[in-house]
Antibody, heavy 121, light 108 residues
Framework: EVQLLESGGGLVQPGGSLRLSCAASGFTFSDYAMSWVRQAPGKGLEWVSALSNSGTSIYYADSVKGRFTISRDNSEKTLYLQMNSLRAEDTALYYC??????????????WGQGTLVTVSS | EIVLTQSPGTLSLSPGERATLSCRASQSVASNYLAWYQQKFGQAPRLLIFGASSRATGIPDRFSGSGSGTDFSLTISRLEPEDFAVYYCQQYGTPRITFGQGTRLEIK
């Protein structure tokens, strides 16, 4: 079955860190760019970061640049998001999404169900 | 950064009616790289349209997209009960993707 399964979310204090994972199955993971998109409670979609299939092209939203790091392990078919210096405004459901192309900058034809990150003291 | 503004914020219509949703970009979207998604409560977004006017796999033909440059629209020709949801546009003409704020389509 073609799917993405996120994990790693939870409750963290402001200034803390979390590492999200996204396990892919049912398609050739190494052929596609991957992205993270988040959605704050009751709000719209916000693009967070994208990584090309080879890992050579990386992009971040200004809101997370310098704090978040996207990476991937093609042998494990897994995408990661290391989140440091977390703020209350980072509280959201984090979706992993499969790009249609190998390079970054695409539409998303497959989404996971999301993992919830709550930043609160 | 390209800012996408969707209108209206909320659209109230009845099943069987025609819905037209708008998405306006702050600058021209390269190669009309504009997508539309549908999101129902508690679910992940679902791709409807890419390249401004191409339907994604399995999307009914009552959904259609049009537009170019800075003005785009999504039309649902005859609303079915399952179409009431939130709709987002997304531009992917630049590596830093942006989404519109969404249009909520509700039952009148």
């Amino acid at each position: 079955e073609v799917q993405l399964l996120e994990s790693g979310g939870g409750l963290v204090q402001p200034g803390g860190s979390l590492r999200l994972s996204c396990a892919a199955s049912g398609f050739t993971f190494s052929d596609y760019a991957m992205s993270w998109v988040r959605q704050a409670p009751g709000k719209g979609l916000e693009w967070v970061s994208a990584l090309s299939n080879s890992g050579t092209s990386i992009y971040y939203a200004d809101s997370v640049k310098g704090r978040f790091t996207i990476s991937r392990d093609n042998s494990e078919k897994t995408l990661y998001l290391q989140m440091n210096s977390l703020r209350a405004e980072d509280t959201a459901l984090y979706y992993c999404a499969k790009d249609f192309y190998s390079g970054s900058g695409s539409y998303y034809n497959l989404w996971g169900q999301g993992t919830l990150v709550t930043v609160s003291s | 950064e390209i800012v996408l503004t969707q209108s209206p914020g909320t659209l109230s219509l009845s099943p069987g009616e025609r819905a037209t949703l708008s998405c306006r970009a702050s600058q021209s979207v390269a190669s009309n790289y504009l997508a539309w998604y549908q999101q129902k409560f508690g679910q992940a977004p679902r791709l409807l349209i890419f390249g401004a006017s191409s339907r994604a796999t399995g999307i009914p033909d009552r959904f259609s997209g049009s537009g170019s440059g800075t003005d785009f629209s999504l039309t649902i020709s005859r609303l079915e009960p399952e179409d009431f949801a939130v709709y987002y546009c997304q531009q992917y003409g630049t590596p830093r993707i942006t989404f519109g704020q969404g249009t909520r389509l509700e039952i009148k």
